[in-house]
């Protein structure tokens, strides 16, 4: 039986994958509440105009040189709406939201499952071995299909850092446990998960470099 000063360094590694799954499930929560909001908006705006206009038109609201200012605006709105609305088929919206919406669900999953794991450290179940290599396959694929989402590095410090709360991560920096999202300037934190001054020094050398 493993004790404490013998445990299975797997037992570490299926720590690490749990925080980076949540980490990651959080980058695709956050892309799928915003291409909700993106598809709600065109939705709304692809219903009230035709609604609107006709509204007044039949109930007779507005005189016709007013109504003729309406419909100009209408049709600005129209084109407006319809240049968002090609924008969002050439982007890719309906897809990108599917996908991050699935991909939060599956990562979720995943960390609850590798920590429920994890934390057996003390008495790991008999079929440990088959339990962790079926996760470290999963986790494996799932980090393949997500790596090629282009996530950017402002969500990897958003999703590090929601992480680092859920599990009550110290930063490796400055040794603090982050309590909120709200980043903060400590300045002697090298760690650019937890501290947005280092975030910035991080950026501003990348630049020069560049």
């Given at each position: 039986?493993s004790t404490?000063a013998t445990?299975d360094p797997?037992?570490t590694?299926?720590?690490?994958r749990?925080?980076?799954?949540?980490?990651?499930?959080?980058?695709?929560?956050r892309?799928?509440?915003?291409?909700?909001?993106?598809?709600?908006?065109?939705?709304?705006f692809g219903?009230?105009?035709p609604i609107?206009?006709g509204?007044?038109?039949?109930?007779?609201l507005?005189?016709?040189?007013l109504?003729?200012?309406?419909?100009y605006?209408?049709?600005?709105?129209?084109?407006?709406?319809?240049v968002?609305?090609?924008w969002s088929?050439?982007?890719?919206w309906?897809?990108?939201?599917?996908?991050?919406s699935?991909?939060?669900?599956?990562?979720?999953?995943?960390?609850n499952e590798?920590?429920?794991?994890?934390?057996?450290a003390?008495?790991?179940?008999?079929?440990?071995?088959?339990?962790?290599a079926k996760?470290?396959?999963?986790?494996?694929a799932?980090?393949?299909?997500?790596?090629?989402?282009?996530?950017t590095?402002?969500?990897?410090?958003?999703?590090?850092?929601?992480a680092?709360?859920?599990?009550?991560t110290?930063?490796v920096?400055?040794?603090?446990?982050?309590?909120?999202?709200?980043?903060?300037?400590?300045?002697?934190c090298?760690?650019?998960?937890?501290c947005l001054?280092?975030?910035?020094?991080?950026?501003s050398?990348?630049l020069?470099?560049s």
């Open positions: 039986m404490a445990v797997r037992f590694e299926l720590h690490k749990a925080a980076d799954s949540f980490a990651t499930a959080a980058i695709f929560q892309r799928s509440e915003k291409y909700e909001r993106l598809m709600r908006v065109l939705t709304f219903l009230v105009l609107v206009i509204g007044i038109v039949m109930g007779g507005a005189d016709p040189e109504l003729k200012r309406w419909v605006v209408a049709g600005v709105l129209a084109v407006v709406q319809v968002i609305f090609l088929v050439v982007a890719n309906p897809d990108r939201l599917n996908y991050a699935s991909a939060n669900a599956l990562n979720t999953q995943l960390s590798l920590h429920a794991l994890a934390i057996q003390a008495k790991p179940p008999a079929d440990f071995d088959a339990r962790f996760l470290e396959a999963a986790d494996n799932r980090q393949m299909q997500d790596q090629t989402k282009n996530i590095e402002k969500e990897k410090v958003y999703g590090r850092r929601t680092m709360i859920q599990f009550q110290k930063c920096g400055c040794e603090e446990v982050p309590l909120s999202m709200k980043m903060v300037f400590w300045g002697g090298p760690n650019s998960h937890c001054a280092s975030l910035m020094q991080q950026f050398i990348r020069r470099s």
